[in-house]
């Protein structure tokens, strides 16, 4: 089921995520901009239809992991004896068009869909309904219906939140109100990897402090796996051993080397830490998470509270 062995990098094959060009853009957009500009450049290339990061449709690895391995996931919607209590509640942050936010709903969770630029919720809105349009005409068929198989009858809500993930105003205005207990389900696909290397550490505290410490779940869909971080980003490089290092450590800084991978990371965790509970190779996954051919790159980890 699981896998910890790393794709080699391959230049070639991360320069196929996207064109040179493209790269380039997104490079030259954000090298040495300051963190706090980010979210109006973000904004800015929704604004230009610029947007080689949206797969258009949603992960086929997140919806096989949820779907095959729900001993994963205690606080999952599993029954028809479960609607008359309040549902469980799923984050995606840098949503985009929202195409996990409305698989997500299909797995019964009620689901926010966060991201910093207005521009991109108004493309989420927009897929929303061209969505549940064409659905009705079938189109989509499974892909976004219920997910009865697994005792799901009925999509949970979608909720579309503009705020930045890092501060508390998104959730005091989505109608979620304070975190009680926090999310039961976060997903992590092109955030993660979108962010400057500097700010992984508050990344990890402030998913462990948003994560539901009872049953609460995180699961990342790791990309680019083949690409050298030292090449810049976004999207960054990443690897299994790098997400062990932070989501371990949560708000610690640490040291990397001029390859940007960690440099003897404590085997001591912090606070707040978060433990992988399996990482996993998925049978499918969007194109630009295989190699040139055709073998999935991608690996999706499940995290939880020690």
């Known amino acids: 089921m699981a896998s910890d062995s ?3 990098i391959n230049a070639s094959s991360a320069n196929d995520h996207a064109s040179q060009g493209q790269s380039q853009r997104l490079r030259s957009l954000f090298k040495d901009a300051d963190y706090s500009t980010h979210p109006e450049n973000w904004d800015t290339l929704w604004k230009e239809s610029f947007t080689p990061w949206d797969r258009g449709g949603p992960s086929q690895a997140l919806d096989e992991v949820l779907s095959l391995h729900r001993e994963l996931f205690p606080n999952a919607q ?5 609607w008359d209590k309040p549902r469980h509640k799923a984050l995606v942050a840098g949503c985009g068009r929202g195409h996990d936010v409305l ?3 299909a797995h019964g969770y009620d689901v926010y869909g966060l991201d910093s630029s207005p521009t991109s919720l108004e493309e989420a809105k927009k897929n ?3 969505v549940a349009e064409e659905d009705a005409e079938g189109k989509w068929k499974e892909v976004y219906a219920p997910r009865r198989k697994l005792g799901v009858t009925t999509k949970g809500r979608v909720m579309w939140v503009t705020g930045d993930f890092f501060e508390d105003d998104w959730v005091n205005d989505s109608g979620y109100g304070k975190v009680k207990n926090g999310f039961d389900l976060i997903f992590d696909y092109t955030f993660f990897c979108a962010l400057p290397p500097e700010a992984r550490p508050q990344y990890a505290k402030r998913t462990s402090d948003l994560l539901n410490p009872d049953g609460g779940r995180l699961v990342c869909l790791e990309w680019p796996l083949d690409k050298d971080s030292s090449t810049g980003g976004p999207p ?3 690897s299994g051993d790098l997400y062990l290092a932070h989501l371990g450590h949560p708000g610690q800084e640490l040291p990397c ?3 940007g991978r960690v440099m003897n990371g404590s085997a001591d965790t912090t606070p707040g830490a978060l433990k992988r509970l399996a990482r996993i190779q998925p049978t499918c996954t ?3 998470g295989c190699d040139g051919q055709g073998n999935v790159i991608d690996r999706v980890s499940v995290w939880s509270h020690q």
């Open 6 to 8: 790393e794709p080699p």
């Open 78 to 82: 599993s029954s028809a004896d479960d």
């Open 103 to 105: 698989l997500l709903s």
């Open 128 to 130: 929303e309904k061209r």
């Open 236 to 238: 960054w490089g990443v």
């Open 257 to 259: 080397d001029d390859k």
């Open 286 to 288: 969007h194109k630009a």
